[in-house]
């Protein structure tokens, strides 16, 4: 097999395709499909991966030599290459791109460490048919690993309708799909059991799993978890957090079979686990899960692709049930995991709602006050028994200002980006730019002419410098930004966090405040509503139960959104707003591709989509070119107007507009006809 198939590392769309290269007769040895190579193209040195050996070369010229090899190791499997080339269809980006995330950076000296253990032969395979007590008790218990009832019934998924079925199907060997809301945020039984215990029975059915989290608190807890139920050298954990050393000898681990479990961040979705038999994802609605990078892949879709290619079994769990969750429940892709409605109010706290009729009638002043009587008295009362969550919209102290005579909001000379103050001394310290950090000592108003500043929103910090003052001789904590906690003790302690930043209390928070939820659902996204409400329940399931004398204060007006936290209802509210965006034809019902960029080239772009979708008689439904705001100082902007163009189209047609989304693309970057432009494929943030 004289020739060698290379995928180059390029992020140019039309470079997205396989080059021959001839193998000199010194790298035939070391050569591999999966290899790290150095190849030489159009005069530069450039990395790359083999990809397959062949026997000749349709090229039709003399072929360039391999230049190097870099690694000896074949990092890339054929599973991950075939991952990597679905995801890159899927969102019409590059297979580069995607091997970008998938393979972590190398790290030369754990490869040498590597290849000796492997010429050694010192280490083994973990034995993945060791028997694993799924119930809670330590790896290696003499119970057999058949399925039976007997084995889960200590189980936290006995609390959930359809869990043990789920359970003892992946323990034997199946590979069923669910979607699961657990109840409990904190102690046993909370998601990190659920999850461990999934990943122990696909483990002592002999198989691998792979589970994604958001960051890196929620990995450590789930790391926990599993030590009690996977042998600790078992599992592999992925994540940019830890570094570039101990992510790469994860990575080598989970290559040689010493390790079958996988944890992680976003990239762990493409770990090289042997004889995969799981994909989980925790808490999928998180923005967390995407990938800043081109393609802009979303870690649920990619383990969604992983689970049909290699026919694994699928859990999507979370205490809210994305839009994206319900539709695979609703097109019976996936089994619904949740609990009965007497679990429900054994486990969850009770919710208080300070906009309903019978607070108002309490208390008149509750719709326009920040800290509604009924939240403070449960603050007051929950401090006795334990930490109170205060949780708050923004980071800072005052994120946002305005005109103290017109109310205009208060913005920067340079830029025009919102001013905010950072520190603890109010408005009277030196108010700055947001997006280019420009101070504004000398502020005007440019509507009235107005030079006091007052605040616009109030952050973590304000909050918790007033309710210090409100509470004296209680323990403030704070959560937010730079400094955010993974977990607080059970002294009696007010805890203000933002949303997202919420640490975790061992015997959970004897009540919880949820502020700012108004400005929460007003947020201009189409996906406010569901956002805060996956913010809420994330919030309210670290209250202990309502029977332990947990309470949950809400603060926003009374919606939809308030209702479903009443009810206890994720799956409701889901369901509600998947069948109003299939009303409205919105994602997710249907998928989505932006172009965004200077206005030339997207108008050049999209009009060659349509005409190529039109000769195909496939009709798109396209919204703009509109402006786009860009964030940041001047010098970081372009002179040319940046537009949008959204395309909307049905998942029945979804392989052929991708297709043609992507062969576009590549053309227009060959002929170099137009400024380069943002092609994102169902972006979260564009409507």
């Not at 010192?122 to 007997?150: E, I, L």
């Not at 996936?334 to 969850?348: F, G, H, I, Q």
């Not at 309710?467 to 004296?472: S, T, V």
């Not at 496939?618 to 860009?630: H, Y």
Request: aromatic letters at 6%.
């Amino acid at each position: 097999m004289p020739v060698a198939k290379v995928l180059v590392e390029s992020s140019l769309p039309h470079l997205d395709r396989l080059f021959d290269y001839g193998v000199p007769e010194a790298l035939d040895e070391s050569a591999k499909p999966g290899v790290r190579v150095k190849v030489k193209f159009n005069g530069q040195d450039l990395n790359g991966f083999i990809m397959e050996r062949v026997a000749e070369s349709d090229a039709g010229h003399t072929l360039v030599p391999l230049a190097k090899i870099v690694s000896p190791v074949p990092v890339l499997t054929p599973a991950v290459r075939e991952l990597a080339t679905s995801v890159a269809a899927r969102y019409a980006g590059t297979v580069s791109d995607v091997l970008r995330v998938a393979v972590p950076p190398r790290v030369a000296r754990l490869e040498k460490e590597f290849a000796a253990t492997e010429q050694n032969g010192a280490a083994d395979p973990v034995d993945a048919a060791q028997p694993v007590d799924t119930a809670g008790a330590a790896a290696g218990s003499d119970q057999p690993s058949g399925s039976g009832t007997d084995r889960f019934a200590a189980s936290a998924w006995a609390s959930y309708r359809n869990g043990l079925p789920f359970l003892r199907h992946l323990a034997g060997g199946g590979s069923p799909r669910a979607v699961l809301n657990p109840l409990k945020g904190f102690g046993a039984g909370g998601w990190p059991d659920l999850l461990a215990e999934a990943v122990a029975a696909a483990y002592a059915a002999g198989r691998g799993a792979v589970v994604v989290v958001p960051d890196y608190r929620d990995l450590d807890r789930l790391e926990d978890a599993l030590r009690t139920l996977v042998p600790e050298n078992a599992v592999a954990r992925l994540t940019a957090d830890d570094g570039p050393t101990p992510r790469y000898r994860s990575f080598l681990n989970l290559l040689a079979g010493t390790a079958r479990v996988a944890i992680g961040t976003r990239s762990a979705a493409f770990a090289p686990v042997k004889d995969l038999g799981l994909v989980a994802c925790w808490d999928d609605g998180d923005d967390l899960h995407i990938e800043q990078r081109a393609p802009y892949a979303h870690a649920r879709e990619v383990l969604l692709l992983r689970a049909e290619q290699e026919g694994t079994a699928c859990l999507l769990a979370g205490h809210a049930r994305s839009t994206e969750s319900q539709r695979l429940v609703e097109a019976g892709w996936a089994l619904a995991v949740e609990a009965d409605r007497p679990e429900v109010r054994r486990t969850v706290p009770r919710v208080v709602n300070t906009a309903d009729s019978f607070e108002q009638e309490r208390d008149p002043l509750a719709r326009i006050a920040r800290l509604p009587g009924a939240a403070w008295r449960a603050a007051k009362e929950g401090l006795e028994r334990g930490p109170v969550l205060v949780q708050v919209a923004r980071a800072g102290y005052a994120p946002s200002l305005a005109c103290e005579t017109c109310r205009e909001p208060a913005r920067c000379g340079t830029c025009q980006g919102p001013l905010a103050v950072a520190g603890a001394s109010g408005t009277s310290a030196m108010p700055q730019c947001r997006w280019c950090s420009t101070p504004a000592p000398d502020w005007h108003c440019g509507h009235c002419g107005g030079r006091r500043l007052r605040k616009g929103a109030t952050g973590a910090i304000r909050t918790a410098e007033e309710l210090g003052r409100a509470f004296p001789g209680k323990t403030v904590i704070t959560s937010s930004g730079d400094h955010v906690k993974a977990a607080v003790g059970p002294g009696k302690a007010l805890v203000v966090a933002t949303v997202g930043a919420e640490p975790v209390a061992p015997g959970g928070y004897a009540a919880a405040l949820l502020l700012d939820g108004d400005s929460l659902l007003r947020r201009e996204t189409l996906r406010a509503g569901e956002d805060t409400v996956r913010r809420w329940f994330n919030a309210a399931v670290l209250v202990r139960p309502a029977q332990d004398g947990g309470v949950v204060v809400v603060t926003a007006a009374d919606t939809a959104a308030v209702g479903a936290l009443l009810r206890w209802d994720p799956a409701g509210y889901a369901h509600r707003e998947l069948s109003l965006r299939s009303e409205l034809q919105l994602p997710p019902a249907v998928r989505i591709a932006s172009a965004t960029g200077p206005r030339a080239a997207v108008e050049q772009y999209t009009a060659a989509v349509v005409a190529e979708l039109g000769s195909a008689g496939i009709a798109l439904r396209t919204a703009g070119p509109a402006p786009v705001v860009l964030h940041g100082p001047p010098s970081s902007r372009r002179s040319v107007e940046d537009v949008r163009t959204l395309l909307f189209f049905p998942y029945g047609q979804a392989a052929t507009v991708t297709r043609v989304l992507r062969v576009a693309r590549a053309a227009a970057a060959a002929k170099r006809s137009a400024e380069p432009f943002q092609l994102r494929l169902d972006g979260v943030d564009v409507l």
